[in-house]
């Protein structure tokens, strides 16, 4: 049982940890390194919405955010580059998202808790998301919808999006809401209802928009004002938990399991489970353990290819390390370093078949790392 306690029961078997022996399964190798600017890049993401578009990427640093291509031979192309009206914004994510029409978007927000959909086409504003009450923390988008996107915020809240009519659709948040900044959300990959959350009150949490879905249907067809929309607060999450003992600043859905990664070190694959007769309560059953050396700062994010069968995950100390998510007990893959890498990395990006890895780095700069196939040797 998980209270307000934080003491936790597993379920089963002790977690299964992975060896950091890395079994060289593959090999990558740097193919190209740019230095974007001297502020902090803390976002790097594929854009997975629109198969048109795999091999682009967006990145978020001080009030940029960059469009760049991924093209052969390690080749870096920069397409275009959006540079907010304050130049004390601080972008801390990105997100890619699309228009009813397929216009792609790259969706940024940081320290001001201004949402900008940005239109990637023209490289001009779209929409201005004001509601926040403070930084956005992290940006992610519905793929089965992909018009929605979720927000999470230093305000304890995080709220869902439509970017084709500018409207705030949900607040989760309040009595069963978090109790400090919320500093990552995800969408699951195939319940169109359930999202998951947590932050820095140790918890993650998970919502059900199912009985608010009409809602989430009539922001789509709304032609009044987007402030006049009846938004609703969604007060109490179907589940929440303490797997961590401290600060949660990733999570990502893995089929019905939860990726979660806190500041000691490692990611948890776990299985949330709900308490029948006292809903919101769960159970924590830990399946296995991704050890990551030197990654006990927070805001570091790992990133996974589209089929989720890898994920990447930075350190401080500018290292990667890629687990093979889908073997038990987990396999390291690869563990990437360079005599140069030598600064934190906020985030990764995985390409779509997870054959490049992106990182982006607290000193400003891009690394590419592409992976070494027989036929390229």
């Given at each position: 049982m998980v209270g307000e306690t934080g003491k936790l029961?597993?379920?089963?078997?002790?977690?299964?940890?992975?060896?950091?022996?890395?079994?060289?399964k593959k090999e990558y190798r740097v193919t190209n390194r740019l230095q974007e600017g001297k502020r902090p890049l803390y976002a790097v993401v594929f854009n997975f919405i629109d198969s048109?578009?795999?091999?682009?990427?967006?990145?978020?640093?001080?009030?940029?955010?960059?469009?760049?291509?991924?093209?052969e031979g390690?080749?870096?192309?920069?397409?275009?580059?959006?540079?907010?009206?304050?130049?004390?914004?601080?972008?801390?994510?990105?997100?890619?998202?699309?228009?009813?029409?397929?216009?792609?978007?790259?969706?940024?927000?940081?320290?001001?808790?201004?949402?900008?959909?940005?239109?990637?086409?023209?490289?001009?504003?779209?929409?201005?998301?004001?509601?926040?009450?403070d930084s956005v923390n992290e940006i992610r988008t519905q793929?089965?919808?992909?018009?929605?996107?979720?927000?999470?915020?230093?305000?304890?809240?995080?709220?869902?999006?439509?970017?084709?009519?500018?409207?705030?659709?949900?607040?989760?948040?309040?009595?069963g809401g978090h109790r400090n900044e919320v500093l990552s959300v995800d969408f699951h990959p195939s319940d169109i209802y359930r999202i998951a959350s947590c932050g820095m009150d140790n918890t993650v949490k998970i919502w059900s928009m199912k009985e608010f879905w009409s809602y989430v249907e009539k922001s789509f067809t709304w032609t009044d004002l987007p402030s006049k929309f009846p938004t609703k607060y969604v007060q109490f999450p179907v589940y929440n938990a303490s797997v961590h003992l401290n600060y949660v600043d990733c999570n990502r859905w893995l089929g019905d399991f939860i990726l979660s990664k806190s500041v000691d070190n490692e990611i948890v694959l776990w299985e949330?489970?709900?308490?029948?007769?006292?809903?919101?309560?769960?159970?924590?059953?830990?399946?296995?353990?991704?050890?990551?050396?030197?990654?006990?700062?927070?805001?570091?994010?790992?990133?996974?290819?589209?089929?989720f069968n890898i994920a990447a995950v930075g350190n401080r100390e500018g290292k990667i390390f890629i687990w093979e998510l889908q073997s038990s007990p987990?396999?390291?893959?690869?563990?990437?370093?360079?005599?140069?890498?030598?600064?934190?990395?906020?985030?990764?990006?995985?390409?779509?078949?997870?054959?490049?890895?992106?990182?982006?780095?607290?000193?400003?700069?891009?690394?590419r790392w592409d992976e070494v196939t027989n036929s390229s040797t």
């Amino acid at each position: 049982m998980v209270g307000e306690t934080g003491k936790l029961i597993g379920l089963g078997c002790d977690p299964v940890v992975g060896s950091l022996t890395s079994s060289k399964k593959k090999e990558y190798r740097v193919t190209n390194r740019l230095q974007e600017g001297k502020r902090p890049l803390y976002a790097v993401v594929f854009n997975f919405i629109d198969s048109r578009y795999f091999n682009v990427f967006a990145t978020v640093g001080g009030n940029r955010v960059t469009i760049y291509q991924c093209l052969e031979g390690g080749v870096i192309a920069v397409l275009q580059s959006y540079v907010d009206e304050d130049k004390d914004e601080s972008f801390y994510t990105v997100s890619w998202a699309c228009n009813v029409d397929g216009t792609p978007f790259a969706v940024a927000g940081g320290i001001n808790g201004v949402i900008r959909v940005i239109d990637a086409g023209n490289e001009k504003i779209h929409k201005s998301f004001v509601g926040h009450g403070d930084s956005v923390n992290e940006i992610r988008t519905q793929t089965l919808r992909p018009s929605l996107v979720i927000s999470a915020s230093k305000d304890e809240s995080v709220r869902l999006w439509n970017v084709h009519t500018g409207i705030c659709i949900l607040i989760f948040a309040g009595a069963g809401g978090h109790r400090n900044e919320v500093l990552s959300v995800d969408f699951h990959p195939s319940d169109i209802y359930r999202i998951a959350s947590c932050g820095m009150d140790n918890t993650v949490k998970i919502w059900s928009m199912k009985e608010f879905w009409s809602y989430v249907e009539k922001s789509f067809t709304w032609t009044d004002l987007p402030s006049k929309f009846p938004t609703k607060y969604v007060q109490f999450p179907v589940y929440n938990a303490s797997v961590h003992l401290n600060y949660v600043d990733c999570n990502r859905w893995l089929g019905d399991f939860i990726l979660s990664k806190s500041v000691d070190n490692e990611i948890v694959l776990w299985e949330p489970k709900v308490k029948e007769q006292t809903p919101g309560e769960g159970v924590v059953d830990i399946l296995q353990k991704y050890p990551i050396p030197e990654c006990d700062i927070w805001f570091i994010k790992f990133s996974c290819d589209f089929h989720f069968n890898i994920a990447a995950v930075g350190n401080r100390e500018g290292k990667i390390f890629i687990w093979e998510l889908q073997s038990s007990p987990p396999v390291l893959l690869a563990r990437l370093s360079h005599p140069q890498s030598k600064s934190p990395i906020r985030q990764t990006a995985t390409s779509f078949d997870g054959s490049t890895i992106l990182s982006c780095c607290e000193d400003g700069t891009i690394w590419r790392w592409d992976e070494v196939t027989n036929s390229s040797t």
